[in-house]
């Protein structure tokens, strides 16, 4: 996500999260691996459209496994998380039929397309606490694309929509509707995700399971093997303070 990296940093510094004299932010992508890009996800070859599961309704993910690495959306280092990508399937080629299969999920999922991004601290037992959330993206506009998006657009970039992250931390896709992101058939032993619910794993969520509410806590206890929830997150990770700076923590009174 280059085109953020210069607004971002500009950003960060206005608002002190980036001490001046530091030339710029380190930004790195959470659940993108080399080899591996956020793709906008297509039913297999020979794969009926009613037999196709690409859409991820009513619950909240965590990518576990990518292209061989584990928690590929853990926190390393402490900062923000400033903006996301997501994969969409186009649903159908023909306009028609895309409609159909639009309006079908709207009504069975109650209501449109929609995610949102959460950071999770994880516990024991499969059991991860809401951290921050995003807000609400709507994706009808989006349907067929890679979505690359700012948690906050400049120049009205600013904590209140960023979302801070500590080292730990997972960041989680939250769908309370219904989403077109799983790519699936691939390789059990390199690609798996969790839902944010305990049973009845076999079969999409018969209710509301999508974590919403910050401090709420839940086991991830469904976990599906050889499928990619296609999205990542952007964090930009705090700078320290440079040792000459005047005023930074630890500098000599004045």
């Known amino acids: 996500m280059k085109r953020f990296s ?5 950003g960060m510094s206005a608002l002190g999260l980036i001490a001046p004299g530091v030339a710029s932010a380190q930004i790195v992508e959470l659940g993108q691996t080399t ?15 009613s037999n196709c599961v690409i859409i991820l309704t009513r619950t909240t993910a965590v990518q576990s496994n990518t292209n061989g690495l584990l928690n590929p959306t853990q926190v390393k280092k402490a ?3 400033v903006g996301f990508t997501i994969g969409l399937s186009k649903l159908s080629s023909d306009t028609k039929s895309e409609l159909g299969f639009i309006h079908g999920l709207d009504l069975k999922y109650g209501g449109t397309p929609q995610v949102a991004l959460t950071v999770l601290k994880p516990g024991p037992n499969n059991k991860y606490t ?3 959330q995003s807000g609400t993206y709507h994706l009808i506009p989006f349907l067929g694309q890679v979505l690359q998006e700012p948690l906050s657009l400049p120049p009205t970039f600013s904590t209140l929509t960023a979302l801070p992250v500590k080292p730990g931390d997972v960041i989680g896709l939250t769908v309370p509707t219904w989403a077109p992101v799983l790519s ?18 076999t079969h999409a969520a018969g209710s509301q399971t999508a974590q919403v509410t910050v401090g709420e806590s839940e086991q991830y206890l469904c976990n599906y093997t050889g499928t990619r929830v296609e999205y990542s997150a952007t964090e930009v990770i705090n700078q320290p303070y440079p040792k000459t700076y ?3 923590p630890g500098s000599p009174k004045t």
């Not at 080899?35 to 459209?49: D, E, L, R, T, W």
């Open 246 to 248: 005047v005023g930074g």
């Open 79 to 81: 900062g923000w998380i």
């Open 35 to 49: 080899g591996s890009p956020i793709i906008a996800p297509a039913c297999p070859a020979g794969v009926s459209a």
């Open 130 to 132: 809401v951290a921050a």
């Open 6 to 10: 210069l607004a971002i940093a500009a």
């Open 184 to 201: 699936y058939n691939l390789t059990a032993s390199k690609y798996s995700y969790r839902q944010s619910r305990r049973a009845n794993c």
